[in-house]
């Protein structure tokens, strides 16, 4: 029942090595993060829409030459009409917060996915940590997810998905933190009694449970920001009660402890979906209390619908402007649209077989722009969205692994970062023809980073253990390649200046180009 407090003793060794990478992960992800000083790739949405937030609580629309006008200076050259979006509110909120201290420039809307691409590193460091009850372990989930090519992209640029990865996270790493807490409870209910066990009996009711209500707060955020965290939340939430299934059978409530799917899985209900509800209904709060909003006055203006008869002007037009990105979402337009040309089925997502362009200038000639080319040679500029590629190969083989030793060597441990990224995963098979990109793959691979380090410490071994060396060796040996391979693929992350063949050098698959 005290599953992992002897482990995790040293807290302040923990807290230094979490500090000092998550610092190191900051810094080199700040440098020149306003390069390249304009709206690229989807930058042309969101960064629009927080500026417009934080001036009048809903999206307007923009011209179509409103991203010179930006580039230039002129920022404030919106419609007066208000915009379909399609996506709640907190990504982009938090977005226009970096721009309203510094403001709308690049560094101004990259600020925040900033400081969230690098919170993430933090977060992941401390679950991993958990999880694994080894400070090591943590640490080098954290070393590899700061090098991530992908978590490094995406924390430099104005998108919505590292805000949600964050957010998933954290939720997952509060309900790792409840686990713990329950048994920790149930431990001192049984010393409190002087008993050995429950004899039978179904034991106390354990009211508080602070870090699940945190993890309804951080899934409401989740889903404040992209509506697929949704199934990340269903999947924690029945992990998490039969969770508490398990640690009543455990304090000795035998078949008793199936009462917990009534007696705990009801308040976890309150706690995870109703509570994550009312935080994502809040985060419209901008939309709901001004008038101006897309789909706004469609309940006053259709007083006879039952919604709005039953509910209210106010409720039946949020309910109708729901329905109405519910249907964008599933509908026909969208699955009928052309294919993206970097269009990537999911199926190839864990072994980056489609990396996302975010950002390229071509053909730079040679004199131009400092190109040093020769001959019919030329020069190119790209910011590539795509992982650390030895980092990601050797996370799917240790996902296979965690499998084995989830379910054969029944370690609930490998257990919840399997289901977490599964669950943020699996759904985007589901059957339709939209165009689907690599970056979404930024929710799955802090799970997946956290897999592979708790692998590595399979392979490291016990403080004891007599091939701690070798194993030691092999996993240095390993996080040292991925460090490398970040270096070497660098430049095409940040927009540096290549020559065209160096850039093609590190493109080792057709497919990525």
Same mark, same amino acid.
Not at 95 to 104: A, S
Not at 436 to 459: D, K, N, S
């Given at each position: 029942?005290?599953?992992?407090?002897?482990?995790? $003793?040293?807290?302040?060794? %923990?807290?230094?090595?979490?500090?000092?990478?998550?610092?190191?992960?900051?810094?080199?992800?700040?440098?020149?993060?306003?390069?390249?000083?304009?709206?690229?790739?989807?930058?042309?949405?969101?960064?629009?829409?927080?500026? /417009?937030?934080?001036?009048?609580?809903?999206?307007?629309?923009?011209?179509?030459?409103?991203?010179?006008?930006?580039? *230039?200076?002129?920022?404030?050259?919106?419609?007066?009409?208000?915009?379909?979006?399609? $996506?709640?509110?907190?990504?982009?909120?938090? !977005?226009?917060?970096?721009?309203?201290?510094?403001?709308? &420039?690049?560094?101004?809307?990259?600020?925040?996915?900033?400081?969230?691409?690098?919170?993430?590193?933090?977060?992941?460091?401390?679950?991993?940590?958990?999880?694994?009850? *080894?400070?090591?372990?943590?640490?080098?989930?954290?070393?590899?997810?700061?090098?991530?090519?992908?978590?490094?992209?995406?924390?430099?640029?104005?998108?919505?998905?590292?805000?949600?990865?964050?957010?998933?996270?954290?939720?997952?790493?509060?309900?790792?933190?409840?686990?713990?807490?329950?048994?920790?409870?149930?431990?001192?209910?049984?010393?409190?009694?002087?008993? =050995?066990?429950?004899?039978?009996?179904?034991?106390?009711?354990?009211?508080?449970?602070?870090?699940?209500?945190?993890?309804?707060?951080?899934?409401?955020?989740?889903?404040?920001?992209?509506?697929?965290?949704?199934?990340?939340?269903?999947?924690?939430?029945?992990?998490?009660?039969?969770?508490?299934?398990?640690?009543?059978?455990?304090? %000795?409530?035998?078949?008793?402890?199936?009462?917990?799917?009534?007696?705990?899985?009801?308040?976890?209900?309150?706690?995870?979906?109703?509570?994550?509800?009312?935080?994502?209904?809040? /985060?419209?709060?901008?939309?709901?209390? /001004? *008038?101006?909003? @897309?789909?706004?006055?469609?309940?006053? &203006?259709?007083?006879?619908?039952?919604?709005?008869?039953?509910?209210?002007?106010?409720?039946?037009?949020?309910?109708? @402007? $729901?329905?109405?990105?519910?249907?964008?979402?599933?509908?026909?337009?969208?699955?009928?649209?052309?294919?993206?040309?970097?269009?990537? =089925?999911?199926?190839?997502?864990?072994?980056?077989?489609?990396? +996302?362009?975010?950002?390229?200038? &071509?053909?730079?000639?040679?004199?131009?722009? #400092?190109?040093?080319?020769?001959? /019919?040679?030329?020069?190119?500029?790209?910011?590539? #969205?795509?992982?650390? =590629?030895?980092?990601?190969?050797?996370?799917?083989?240790?996902?296979?692994?965690?499998?084995?030793?989830?379910?054969?060597?029944?370690?609930?441990?490998?257990?919840?970062?399997?289901?977490?990224?599964?669950?943020?995963?699996?759904?985007?098979?589901?059957?339709?023809?939209?165009?689907?990109?690599?970056?979404?793959?930024?929710?799955?691979?802090?799970?997946?980073?956290?897999?592979?380090?708790?692998?590595? %410490?399979? +392979?490291?071994?016990?403080?004891?253990? =007599?091939?701690?060396?070798?194993?030691?060796?092999?996993?240095?040996?390993?996080?040292?390649?991925?460090?490398?391979?970040?270096?070497?693929?660098?430049?095409?992350?940040?927009?540096?200046?290549?020559?065209?063949?160096?850039?093609?050098?590190?493109?080792?698959?057709?497919?990525? !180009?």
């Amino acid at each position: 029942m005290r599953d992992g407090k002897a482990e995790l $003793h040293d807290r302040l060794a %923990g807290w230094v090595v979490t500090i000092s990478i998550t610092v190191v992960a900051f810094l080199i992800r700040l440098v020149n993060i306003g390069y390249p000083n304009k709206l690229v790739f989807d930058e042309t949405y969101y960064p629009k829409d927080g500026w /417009t937030l934080w001036k009048f609580g809903y999206e307007k629309d923009w011209p179509s030459t409103a991203n010179d006008s930006i580039t *230039s200076g002129t920022v404030n050259v919106f419609k007066d009409s208000a915009e379909f979006v399609v $996506h709640p509110p907190v990504g982009k909120w938090l !977005i226009g917060f970096g721009e309203q201290l510094f403001g709308m &420039n690049s560094f101004g809307w990259r600020f925040m996915p900033l400081v969230f691409g690098t919170l993430l590193v933090f977060i992941t460091i401390r679950m991993a940590r958990r999880l694994s009850r *080894s400070t090591m372990v943590g640490a080098i989930a954290g070393i590899l997810i700061t090098f991530d090519g992908l978590s490094f992209a995406m924390s430099r640029i104005g998108l919505l998905d590292i805000f949600q990865a964050f957010f998933l996270v954290a939720a997952v790493s509060c309900v790792v933190a409840d686990r713990d807490w329950y048994r920790h409870k149930l431990a001192d209910a049984l010393e409190a009694t002087g008993m =050995p066990d429950f004899g039978g009996r179904f034991g106390p009711m354990i009211w508080l449970r602070p870090w699940r209500t945190a993890a309804g707060v951080m899934f409401g955020l989740a889903l404040g920001t992209k509506w697929n965290s949704i199934f990340v939340l269903a999947a924690m939430g029945v992990l998490s009660v039969l969770w508490d299934v398990g640690a009543r059978r455990l304090a %000795g409530s035998d078949w008793r402890s199936w009462f917990a799917l009534l007696a705990d899985g009801g308040p976890a209900f309150v706690r995870l979906v109703l509570l994550s509800a009312l935080v994502y209904v809040v /985060t419209w709060s901008g939309w709901l209390f /001004t *008038s101006g909003g @897309y789909d706004r006055q469609w309940g006053a &203006n259709n007083p006879d619908n039952a919604w709005t008869v039953h509910l209210g002007p106010m409720w039946a037009s949020f309910l109708k @402007y $729901h329905q109405e990105i519910y249907n964008f979402h599933t509908g026909e337009y969208i699955n009928t649209l052309k294919p993206h040309p970097y269009a990537a =089925p999911p199926i190839g997502w864990l072994v980056m077989a489609r990396p +996302i362009g975010i950002d390229a200038v &071509n053909d730079i000639k040679p004199g131009v722009d #400092g190109c040093t080319a020769t001959g /019919t040679d030329t020069c190119i500029r790209v910011i590539s #969205g795509m992982g650390t =590629p030895i980092l990601w190969w050797m996370a799917v083989i240790a996902l296979v692994v965690g499998i084995i030793w989830w379910l054969g060597g029944r370690d609930w441990r490998f257990g919840v970062p399997i289901v977490a990224a599964m669950s943020t995963y699996l759904p985007w098979f589901a059957p339709g023809g939209r165009s689907l990109f690599f970056f979404y793959a930024i929710c799955i691979i802090p799970f997946t980073v956290t897999i592979l380090a708790m692998v590595f %410490g399979l +392979i490291i071994g016990p403080a004891d253990g =007599p091939n701690r060396r070798r194993g030691s060796i092999i996993v240095g040996v390993a996080v040292a390649l991925v460090v490398a391979n970040f270096a070497y693929i660098y430049p095409v992350l940040t927009d540096q200046l290549m020559l065209y063949k160096d850039w093609l050098a590190r493109m080792w698959l057709r497919s990525w !180009i």
